[in-house]
């Protein structure tokens, strides 16, 4: 009954590899999100899709890339992992609808995914 | 007692004892604002939202008090519990002309003491 699930919980790898993190949303919601939480807890937002489409890119490294296969999924791909990508990474969703180019309105909450925390060796 | 500084900002009750933690915002254009609690190895949830139209809100043993001339929000918990204990989280949400997203503010940890 997860509402928004992510894999895996815990990830640890060698600098260079590429990975990839997995999301999926049952809620029915048309947007969803990768935050990326750094060793002090702060959250800051990576991307944002709504409805596949992507509404926000901020500024991350192009060695990320997300991929929404449909609106229930937000997968996010790492290629050359560095050190400095160790962090835990949450996925969410939420319902919002568009009020113009590029902009939405959220209308209920985020939910959170339970995290993955990646590990860079 | 609290502390701010570089480290994350924490707050130490006593069981039984009512916490405040507080939060600033940055958009004075931001009309929906949300308190998360995240638990050791957990993602935040959802425990109390608010729309620009009000300045007060109430939940189960939560309040929220907004104040946008100062741009100030503030998670009261009465009768704080060893379950409160987490980290809490203020998101602000626009509705147009900027940041959507929901954005979070620093976070305060809350320590709760039997």
């Known amino acids: 009954d997860t509402a928004v699930s992510q894999t895996p919980k815990y990830l640890v790898t060698q600098m260079g590899n590429d990975k990839s993190i997995k999301c999926e949303q049952n809620l029915g919601h048309d947007t969803m999100y990768w935050y990326k939480q750094d060793s002090k807890k702060f959250l800051k937002i990576m991307f944002s899709y709504n409805n596949k489409e992507l509404i926000i890119n901020e500024t991350v490294p192009n060695r990320f890339s997300p991929k929404s296969p449909d609106k229930a999924h937000l997968n996010l791909h790492i290629n050359s992992l560095e050190l400095g990508d160790s962090a835990v990474y949450f996925c969410?969703?939420?319902?919002?609808?568009?009020?113009?180019?590029?902009?939405?309105?959220?209308?209920?909450?985020?939910?959170f995914g339970q995290g993955t925390r990646l590990t860079v060796v | 007692g609290e502390s701010v500084g570089l480290h994350l900002p924490t707050l130490s009750v006593q069981e039984g004892d009512n916490s405040i933690i507080n939060c600033a915002y940055s958009?004075?254009?931001?009309?929906?604002f949300i308190w998360y609690k995240q638990e050791s190895g957990k993602g935040p949830q959802f425990i109390i939202d608010?729309?620009?139209?009000?300045d007060k809100r109430q939940g189960q043993r939560v309040t929220v008090l907004l104040n946008k001339t100062v741009k100030h929000l503030s998670l009261q918990i009465a009768a704080t519990q060893p379950g409160d204990s987490a980290v809490y989280f203020c998101?602000?949400?626009?509705?147009?002309?900027?940041?959507?997203?929901?954005?979070f503010g620093r976070g305060t940890s809350l320590i709760v003491h039997p």
């Open positions: 958009n004075s254009a931001s009309d929906y």
């Open positions: 998101a602000e949400n626009l509705s147009s002309g900027g940041s959507y997203i929901p954005t």
């Open positions: 608010i729309r620009s139209n009000m």
């Open positions: 969410a969703s939420s319902q919002g609808r568009p009020v113009g180019r590029g902009l939405l309105l959220l209308k209920t909450e985020a939910f």
